[in-house]
């Protein structure tokens, strides 16, 4: 598994999803920081990086993907560790 940084964005009003995301994540046994948007800093920094609110959104490594889509996910995280550009 690559070096990743990974940060999911979760909110209360979106619960189900976003904790199908975790389990995505705990199941795959990567390393996650959770942000839950209820909090002002991370709210800000979602809208900073999404112009949005929608949860759950994971960020790997700078590279967004705003909803629960394991395929993209499952690209996010391959075996091959993304290189900003």
């Known amino acids: ?8 964005f979760v909110s209360p009003w979106n619960k189900s ?17 959770v942000k839950n948007t209820q909090d002002h800093g991370a709210r800000g920094e979602l809208i900073n990086k999404t112009g949005g609110l929608d949860t759950p959104t994971i960020d790997v490594n700078g590279h967004i993907v705003v909803g ?7 690209h996010l995280l391959s ?5 900003l550009t």
């Open 68 to 74: 629960f889509l394991p395929n993209k996910w499952d």
């Open 79 to 83: 075996e091959e560790p993304l290189e």
């Open 1 to 8: 598994m690559g070096d990743y940084h990974v940060a999911l």
């Open 17 to 33: 999803a976003c904790d199908e995301a975790k389990n995505y994540l705990e199941n795959r046994g990567i390393n996650y920081e």
